[in-house]
């Protein structure tokens, strides 16, 4: 129950964190960060439940793979699109 609630507590944290700054590239890495870790320590919880951990740790690659992908893709197109 401790990986969920500490999971849970980060991507919180993170969450509030990026309405406190007012860089986008400081927002973008603290959620992508502590949602990435966030979702890894809920999908660990589930797996050490007994849930099905074939599927979980499919899940748990995807996340780790297109989490940041995703802030990237984003991060790229802010910086295309001129907008500082």
Avoid: C, N, Q
């Avoid at 990026?18 to 797996?47: C, P, Q, R, W, Y």
């Avoid at 007994?50 to 802030?71: A, E, N, Q, R, T």
Wanted: glycine share 8%.
């Amino acid at each position: 129950m401790m990986l969920f609630w500490i999971g849970f507590s980060l991507m919180i944290i993170g969450t509030i964190l990026s309405f406190k700054e007012g860089d986008f590239f400081l927002k973008l890495h603290f959620i992508g960060i502590s949602d990435t870790v966030g979702a890894v320590l809920i999908i660990l919880h589930l797996i050490f439940k007994g849930w099905d951990v074939f599927k979980l740790i499919l899940m748990m690659i995807l996340v780790l793979i297109w989490s940041p992908f995703l802030s990237h893709v984003l991060a790229r197109t802010y910086v295309r699109t001129g907008k500082k």
